[in-house]
């Protein structure tokens, strides 16, 4: 994997865009080992969150136009790495971004749970300048309950680059970090999230974006077998026994 790589601090995966010289612009070769990173974290039982990054001053430049183009139509789209990669994920992801997030770059972004950005940090649904809709469909379905259908529709429709800081205003940017390495901050709130049960986490997560497409009725019955599958979970009786016993708890996310 020249251009993606996967490294590991703890219980946190970090997943690295490489290719600086085209502010890490996807080819569709890098789409599948992107995929293949991310079922790498996704399959490590010692991998409890999930950080997605770019080399410093870039994160994702969007697709890369010129494989675009040498790509048959009935091709592209096919394989890579949708938005199920992000959604379906069992282990949050939290996005480090210190450069242009742009087109497929800024879907990427969209659908990580958190997103720490520096100043350098610029974010466009370009889409429409391209004869396209959002790729993998996070700009039309996540974008608008992220910042409002009114911001979302400013931004898918005219396609304009906005700062990192109005990206924050918006409520889009979770933690602006000025200057500073965003990545070190991204791995810190992924620190975070690897001390409660892993097992608990994860039904968390599902419930949280399986829930927007929902009713409240049919929620709250999802939730209670939910809470039922905790009941029964491993790590809530160790979570309650640590409690007692004043200890850490040593969850196992079973």
Known sequence: ??????????????????????????????????????????????????????????FCAGTDLSNLDETPVDERGRGGLGGHAFLDAAKPIVAAIDGPAVGMGVEFATMCDVRVASERARFGWVFVHRGLVPDIGAGTWLLPRLVGPAHAARLLFGGEIISARDAADLGFVSELVGDADPLERAVDI???????????????????????????????????????????????????????ERRPPEFTGH
């Open 190 to 244: 992924a620190r975070s999230f690897t001390v409660g049960s892993p097992f608990a986490v994860r039904e968390t997560r599902r419930l949280l974006y399986d829930g927007i497409g929902r009713s409240w009725g049919d929620h709250v019955a999802e939730n209670r077998q939910a809470l039922a599958r905790c009941f029964d979970s491993d790590d809530h009786r160790e979570g309650v026994a640590a409690f007692l």
């Open 1 to 58: 994997m020249a251009t993606i790589r996967f490294s590991r601090e703890a219980h946190v995966g970090i997943i690295t865009i490489d290719r600086p010289e085209k502010k890490n612009a996807l080819t569709y070769p890098m789409l599948t080992e992107l995929g293949a990173a991310f079922d790498e974290a996704e399959e490590d039982e010692s991998v409890r969150c999930i950080v997605l990054t770019g080399v410093p001053g870039a």
